[in-house]
């Protein structure tokens, strides 16, 4: 398969739905070729504040594990019922690959927490838009299980870090979902004369 081009891949990159992937793995070096084009992102004092921990096989088994027991804490419970373990443990087999995302923020030079979470959310969309050029769909799950501390600590990252959620990978099964997005005129002004802020004040 030919890899798409950066603008082609922006335009088809879609998030899939988990039952919309094949359980066919990842071929390991195709895996590392997304962290390096992660690794390219912008980072305001070069910081480089994206960490990663990636799960295939019976890895996976390992983060719904630390999954199931966020979720067993966010409802005040020690340890999660056999239920939500298994239920845990089949959504993490529907994707072949895992990658948790965490943000680590640099000791020096520090900077504001907020810059260290867009460097890393820049580092996210390029492995995503990496993915898709080879043919990888992917989903960024942000949910309170994935977001909470006890998962960045039990999958190791260190004491400074914080999770930002878990991508997953897989070759899709089927068609490609159709995007959508709102023109984006809507979201531009342009500034083309000097004297535009007169006309900004006039407007209200
Ligand atoms: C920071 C961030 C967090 C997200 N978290 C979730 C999530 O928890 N669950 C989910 O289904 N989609 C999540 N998404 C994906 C969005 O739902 C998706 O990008 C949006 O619907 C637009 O679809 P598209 O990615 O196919 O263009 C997240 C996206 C971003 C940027």
Not at 37 to 57: I, L, M, Q
Not at 64 to 83: F, H, I, N, V
Not at 99 to 127: G, H, S
Not at 180 to 202: C, G, M, N, T, Y
Request: glycine share 6%; charged share 25%; aromatic share 6%.
């Amino acid at each position: 398969m030919e890899a798409l081009d950066l603008l082609g891949s922006i335009r088809a990159r879609r998030t899939v739905d988990l039952n919309h992937l094949r359980p066919d793995p990842i071929e390991p070096a195709t895996l590392k070729s997304l962290l390096e084009a992660a690794n390219w992102a912008p980072s305001h004092g070069k910081t480089e504040p994206w960490r990663f921990v990636v799960f295939t096989g019976e890895g996976r088994l390992m983060l719904a594990e630390t999954l199931a027991t966020s979720l067993a804490l966010l409802k005040g419970q020690d340890q999660p019922e056999s239920e939500m373990l298994r239920q845990q443990r089949e959504r993490q087999l529907l994707a072949p690959a895992w990658i948790a995302v965490a943000v680590e923020p640099a000791e020096k030079p520090r900077m504001p927490f907020y810059e260290e979470q867009w460097a890393v959310a820049c580092a996210v969309q390029t492995l995503m838009l990496a993915a898709r050029s080879v043919g990888l769909a992917s989903k960024w799950i942000s949910n309170a299980p994935s977001l909470h501390p006890n998962t960045a600590r039990a999958l190791g990252f260190a004491e400074t870090a914080s999770m930002m959620g878990i991508i997953a990978l897989g070759y899709i099964d089927g068609e490609w979902p159709v995007g959508e997005r709102r023109p984006i005129a809507d979201k531009v002004r342009w500034i083309e004369r000097h004297d535009e802020r007169a006309s900004i004040e006039a407007r209200g």
